[in-house]
């Protein structure tokens, strides 16, 4: 069992993981500079407004190109290893805020990393077992709190409709969950349906105590 810390607390091993990320882009950009290069972003700066659309849509281009090789790589990653493609590719999601990333993440909400991958001696909070789902809290705004739930109308799972609740509470803050699943409640719908979002509402009241008890 890991140990259950606050959610907005990052290991050392995944700062660590992201500067790898980051470092190489930088050193590389610094090194186009050095040369004299022009990189991405600097047409944003050009005296002539043609050069500066320019460089908007360099930068439009490379942002779609960036989110599909990430997509791709979360897609093919089968291993579920702690800072594997598929872990790393679905941080990069989250800290990016690809709202393009809400459907394929809401999909795999339950997608969890294999313990045995965990380093250890570390502890860990149990919402870092799911990036999906941390990815979605990352992004946010109304497109995710909509998206949560749609998808705690539709599932029976168990565990998708905590993780559901879960996102809603991190998105919204547990007060406001708790209110827009009480609207959702009051419109007409089968009972079936009523019953999960009554359920979800009582997991998003818990807050971050819904992974005390989490399967």
């Given at each position: 069992m890991l140990e259950v810390t606050s959610p907005d607390k990052l290991s050392c091993a995944m700062v660590r993981s992201l500067a790898a990320l980051v470092m190489p882009f930088i050193g590389g950009a610094l090194a186009h500079a050095e040369a004299g290069e022009n990189l991405p972003w600097a047409g944003l700066r050009a005296p002539r407004e043609e050069e500066r659309l320019v460089a908007q849509h360099r930068l439009m281009v490379l942002r779609k190109a960036f989110f599909e090789d990430l997509r791709k790589t979360f897609v093919d990653d089968k291993s579920r290893r702690f800072h594997g493609p598929g872990h790393l590719a679905t941080t990069q999601m989250g800290l990016w805020r690809f709202g393009e990333a809400v459907m394929l993440l809401a999909r795999n909400i339950d997608w969890s990393l294999?313990?045995?991958?965990?380093?250890q001696g570390k502890s860990y909070t149990e919402s870092m077992l799911f990036?999906?789902?941390?990815?979605?809290?990352?992004?946010?705004?109304?497109h995710v709190r909509s998206k949560a739930i749609f998808e705690i109308r539709l599932t029976d799972d168990e565990k998708k409709l905590k993780l559901f609740a879960w996102v809603l509470t991190r998105v919204e803050g547990a007060e406001y969950a708790v209110k827009y699943l009480g609207e959702e409640i009051e419109k007409p719908h089968v009972d079936r349906v009523r019953k999960r979002l009554e359920k979800a509402r009582d997991y998003a009241a818990k807050g971050d105590l819904i992974w005390a008890d989490f399967p």
């Open positions: 294999d313990k045995s991958t965990m380093p990036p999906a789902a941390t990815a979605l809290c990352q992004i946010g705004g109304g």
